[in-house]
């Protein structure tokens, strides 16, 4: 179904005022190096006996040995999945689901970036609604009941799928990536180690860290949904973003950029989770549902892109995050320009390219049918996109390549 300009920004304005009868809850957090000790003492404060741990293959041979070794020496059992893969697919959250039921697990923890956790939540969505089809479930609030208790760990700082209602999958026959968005998937506790993020490559580090400023920047900008709170949390996010995540590509080991990072990602989750996302992943979600495009990597090279190509109705919100990191300007849209620069300019300090050349020119009108279905009417976007403006900027994203 196709939604003009009108009927998207009623649909939002609509969307909003039900969006403020809603509890927005922020999972519990537990934070610092080393706080993944803590992870049998959470599962057993859940009335969890044996945990479906699920992970992707590098973090399943790297970071969850000791872990699982540490949640099977305190009395629990455990059951591993490792091979969540990027942009899981709806086969792998199919599987995942198969084995939770199979081995009586009662829990989640999932253990990884975006990939592991968004494919549990999945699977945690098919068990709590056992007739409902991924695809049904797709939107808004398509689940509305309580999941089985959910502990996220995170190890890369930025797609804060550990505070997020947001679980991303990708159709494994048509390659469509879609979102399920429903506050019954916000897991229960975030564990923050930074300790597990150290060992990321500068490369991950980047483009996660853009990911989660991806986050904050499109949940700021949005013209409805945002709150004082979401706001504060975007603000906040943007702060040690700008502070912190060049320190952290410069040296992993420094455990306080890290750890900064971590919380910046949590911050730019909860923003995004009230407010919304906008046109950057909803084109986004189009590259790494065809080329498999890392997700953070596709956000960094869009998001100054669209910031640009919204002018002027963006310009008060960036001016503002221009003022919170210092950056200078005589006008409001100077502020807002210099913000869009220097957006381009930390891409461009850590290797991450200016376009992508992976679009095929046969893929775009299936791109755009994607993204605007994933956009309109729901995404509270400063300009919403027809089928020629979002052709227009996914060819910028190509050329500039
Ligand atoms: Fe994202």
Request: proline letters at 8%; aromatic letters at 6%; glycine letters at 6%.
């Given at each position: 179904m196709k939604w003009n300009k009108t009927e998207c920004r009623v649909f939002q304005a609509g969307l909003n005022i039900?969006?403020?009868f809603l509890y927005w809850r922020e999972p519990n957090t537990v934070s610092g190096p080393g706080s993944v000790d803590e992870i049998p003492s959470i599962l057993k404060s859940m009335g969890v006996?044996?945990?479906?741990v699920v992970t992707g293959r590098h973090v399943g041979k790297s970071?969850?040995?000791a872990i699982i070794e540490n949640i099977c020496a305190s009395g629990l059992d455990c059951?591993?999945?490792?091979?969540a893969e990027s942009n899981p697919s709806t086969t792998t959250v199919f599987k995942i689901r198969d084995l939770y039921k199979e081995h009586g697990c009662n829990g989640f923890l999932a253990i990884g970036g975006g990939s592991p956790m968004d494919?549990?939540?999945?699977?945690?969505?098919?068990i709590t609604r056992p007739k409902k089809t991924l695809n049904q479930m797709a939107g808004l609030f398509g689940v509305l009941k309580k999941i089985p208790p959910f502990v996220a760990v995170p190890t890369t700082a930025g797609t804060g799928s550990e505070t997020t209602i947001a679980a991303v999958i990708t159709d494994a026959e048509t390659h469509h990536k879609y979102a399920i968005m429903d506050i019954a998937l916000v897991p229960?506790?975030?564990?923050?180690?930074?300790?597990?993020?150290?060992?990321?490559?500068?490369k991950t580090t980047a483009t996660t860290g853009m990911d989660a400023l991806t986050h904050a920047v499109e949940a700021y900008i949005c013209w409805t949904n945002r709150t004082k709170k979401s706001d504060k949390r975007a603000e906040e996010a943007v702060k040690l973003i700008f502070k912190y995540l060049e320190k952290a590509y410069q040296d992993g080991n420094d455990m306080e950029a890290r750890g900064k990072m971590l919380e910046a990602s949590f911050k730019a989750g909860y923003a995004f989770t009230r407010a919304g996302v906008g046109n950057v992943h909803a084109i986004a979600h189009t590259l790494g549902g065809l080329y498999g495009t890392p997700h953070g990597l596709a956000n960094a090279v869009i998001l100054p892109i669209v910031l640009e190509d919204y002018g002027a109705a963006a310009y008060p919100r960036l001016a503002k995050l221009a003022d919170l990191v210092g950056i200078k300007g005589d006008s409001v849209e100077d502020k807002a320009k210099a913000f869009i620069a220097e957006v381009y300019a930390m891409n461009e300090r850590m290797g991450i390219p200016k376009g992508l050349d992976v679009i095929k020119d046969e893929d775009i009108p299936q791109m755009i049918k994607w993204a605007l279905a994933e956009a309109n009417p729901t995404y509270p976007v400063p300009v919403v996109y027809d089928e020629a403006h979002c052709r227009r900027v996914i060819k910028i994203i190509r050329d500039k390549a």
């Open positions: 039900a969006s403020r006996t044996k945990v479906m970071i969850a040995p059951y591993h999945f490792g091979e494919a549990a939540k999945g699977a945690a969505a098919l229960r506790i975030a564990v923050l180690d930074p300790e597990l993020t150290r060992s990321l490559p500068q």
